[in-house]
């Protein structure tokens, strides 16, 4: 079942990075942190770990359905612009996805006689962290570069999940909490925006 | 050890009532009575490691904290800014120091980046506290690449973490508990991490590739926030530098050497021509800070705790010193360098500007020359040590080619200060910012007495 998940939560990153338009980017984004909450909750069953099928519940809360709503509601209220054209062609990024995907895969080769169940896992976190940053790059609009700094959030929340079957529960509260802080300060520089000189 | 996390609070809780700045001068100055008690007490347990390091490097940002909060009085006297403005700076201010602290004073991974996310995303709102465009599109430019620095150090964090979960547990997540378990430790995992979590910290810093983005910054924000950048927020990460690479030392020396040794000479070679270049106060400050980030992380790797330390008091006390100057140099005249040391009625505060001025390219006695006396010592027996000698040989020429470039312009700012005519008028500099320059200055005397202690360090 997690395979599935995660093949879905690699799925949604990669179709980010062709996404044009600012709100079906905001829903790959949501279904992304969907299935990376159901990564959490089902892996938290499979090792019986409470705190992990807490945090696969809070994930899906904030990052599900808070978040994208917020951000929804900010980008309507400030007019951002919803077209989202990425600087790089799509017959180029077709060719660089495979790339990164293959190279972590490359990487993490000598680790992979340490995890016995989650090396691919390792490989696919650190993969989603290189696509969030090519979507970041390939991205003029802020709204887009806002969105690939919450898919790298989710790449660590995974990497988190896998490469150590959890972080301790106060470094994950400490995120979310750094994480919502974001949001306050991506709407206080929205807001403020007409008070520049 | 809670009351040192007093002063941000009460910052913070009276930034919302109609502002003193007097009274948060005294607050800020407070932090001083338990930084001292800290100091001469170290401890550690699961949450926090107060070791001589650690007190050190908080006696040191402390003193920045105070320097910044007097500097504040007459800050608006300086630059246009609304009230209500005001009052944001110092909450967001008191958030940002109080992460800072949290991260100094940490022994664990995660505290540690949960305080550096904190300050980091405090600091955006500081930089808009002028209302200018230009300050605004620098706000995003901080928020995105700030994000991301701190997002790569957490990635490196998290695979740090893993490499020793399985020995160690939640243990891992210890600085302590990590540098006396070395050789428990996934080794390949723990130098991915290590690798990416420095790659974070030296974006932080200003490092390749991301030499222009703090300079921005800085130009476009109020003058404090230099100082904050240089004397408090690269204190956190230089330190978690510091304690990371200790272990990497254990681990693969080598690598960490090859590592540092390319990673810092090319910033530098890239950092001295665009000091070569530059053509404001603002600018040239925040460049040579990134050059002194990378003298330090050579001195520490190479093994000269001592000149590495030295070299981060003294770059932790002059840059603020300097960035606070700004508003002193740059009055009645913006971005030129033409005679801004002249025109001034009492002639003690040019003296003492022109003493930072030279003292940060470390002419004697500044604490700055010893420190580059000792790091050069430490750098040569590391390349005797080593199989390549004439490469590391090479490494070190070519540090000294950069320097000299550096060292040139600055003689040449100080130079045309001095003694080039500009629109000088009349010059004021107030109260609070001669009290600011005499605590930055006995500060960095009394640091010339101390190497005894900083010796004793590590």
């Known amino acids: 079942m997690i395979d599935v998940l995660i093949g879905f939560f690699l799925a949604t990153l990669i179709t980010q990075a062709f996404t044009t338009r600012l709100f079906r980017l905001i829903l790959w984004y949501a279904l992304n942190s969907l299935f990376l909450g159901l990564i959490a909750f089902y892996e938290g069953i499979n090792i019986n770990d409470d705190e992990m099928k807490i945090m696969g519940i809070v994930t899906i809360a904030v990052k599900f359905f808070a978040i994208p709503y917020i951000l929804k509601y900010f980008f309507a209220k400030f007019n951002i612009p919803r077209s989202i054209k990425p600087i790089t062609s799509i017959q180029y990024l077709v060719i660089i996805i495979p790339i990164i995907l293959v190279f972590t895969f490359y990487l993490i080769t000598p680790l992979l006689n340490n995890f016995a169940h989650h090396s691919n896992y390792i490989a696919i976190a650190i993969s989603s962290l290189m696509l969030s940053l090519l979507l970041m790059i390939e991205h003029k609009n802020i709204a887009a570069k806002i969105i690939g700094f919450l898919d790298i959030e989710n790449s660590l929340f995974l990497l988190g999940i896998s490469a150590t079957d959890g972080m301790p529960m106060l470094i994950e509260i400490g995120i979310f909490v750094d994480l919502l802080m974001l949001i306050v300060i991506i709407n206080i520089l929205f807001k403020h925006q007409g008070e520049a000189q | ?458």
């Not at chain 2, 932090?31 to 006696?59: A, C, E, Q, R, T």
């Not at chain 2, 790569?152 to 020995?167: D, R, T, V």
């Not at chain 2, 990590?178 to 991490?193: D, P, Q, R, V």
């Open chain 2, 1 to 458: 050890m809670i009351s040192v996390f007093i002063p941000p609070v009460l910052i913070f809780i009276f930034s919302y009532f109609k502002i003193n700045k007097y009274l948060m001068a005294i607050i800020a100055t407070s932090i001083i009575i338990p930084v001292i008690y800290i100091f001469f007490h170290p401890f550690h347990n699961s949450l926090f490691y107060v070791d001589k390091l650690g007190s050190f490097i908080l006696l040191i940002s402390s003193i920045v904290g105070i320097g910044v909060a007097l500097a504040m009085i007459s800050v608006d006297k300086r630059i246009e800014i609304k009230e209500k403005n005001i009052k944001r700076f110092y909450r967001f201010f008191a958030l940002f120091w109080f992460g800072l602290i949290i991260s100094i004073l940490s022994n664990n991974l995660g505290l540690y980046w949960i305080g550096l996310e904190l300050a980091t995303l405090s600091t955006v709102y500081m930089i808009k506290v002028k209302a200018t465009n230009i300050a605004n599109r620098e706000a995003w430019k901080y928020l995105i690449v700030g994000a991301v620095a701190i997002s790569l150090i957490l990635f490196g964090i998290i695979l740090i973490y893993a490499s020793a979960k399985n020995y160690l547990g939640e243990n891992a997540m210890n600085f302590y508990i990590l540098a006396k378990n070395t050789s428990l430790i996934n080794h390949y995992m723990f130098e991915i991490g290590f690798l990416i979590a420095s790659i974070g910290m030296f974006i932080k810093m200003g490092f390749f590739p991301m030499n222009l983005w703090l300079a921005d910054i800085e130009r476009a924000a109020i003058y404090p926030i230099g100082a904050l950048f240089s004397g408090i927020l690269e204190s956190a990460i230089i330190l978690g530098f510091m304690r990371l690479s200790h272990i990497e030392m254990d681990v693969n020396y080598s690598h960490l050497i090859v590592f540092v040794y390319i990673y810092a000479i090319f910033t530098l070679f890239i950092v001295s021509f665009l000091i070569y270049r530059s053509k404001d106060y603002i600018r040239l400050f925040s460049l040579s800070g990134i050059e002194h980030m990378t003298l330090i992380s050579i001195f520490w790797v190479s093994g000269g705790y001592f000149a590495a330390l030295l070299h981060f008091a003294a770059h932790a006390l002059f840059k603020p010193a300097l960035f606070l100057s700004g508003g002193i140099l740059e009055q009645n005249k913006k971005y030129i360098f033409k005679g801004t040391l002249k025109g001034f009625k009492n002639k003690f505060i040019p003296l003492l500007i022109s003493l930072l001025l030279l003292g940060v390219i470390s002419l004697p006695p500044s604490p700055m020359f010893f420190s580059e006396i000792y790091g050069f010592k430490a750098m040569i027996d590391v390349s005797k040590n080593s199989n390549y000698f004439l490469l590391m040989i090479l490494g070190v020429f070519l540090i000294l080619i950069f320097l000299s470039i550096i060292f040139y312009k600055f003689v040449n700012v100080y130079q045309k200060a001095l003694y080039e005519d500009g629109k000088e008028g009349e010059k004021k500099v107030y109260k609070s910012e001669i009290l600011m320059l005499l605590l930055f200055t006995i500060s960095l005397t009394l640091l010339l007495f101390s190497f005894d202690y900083i010796k004793g360090i590590v």
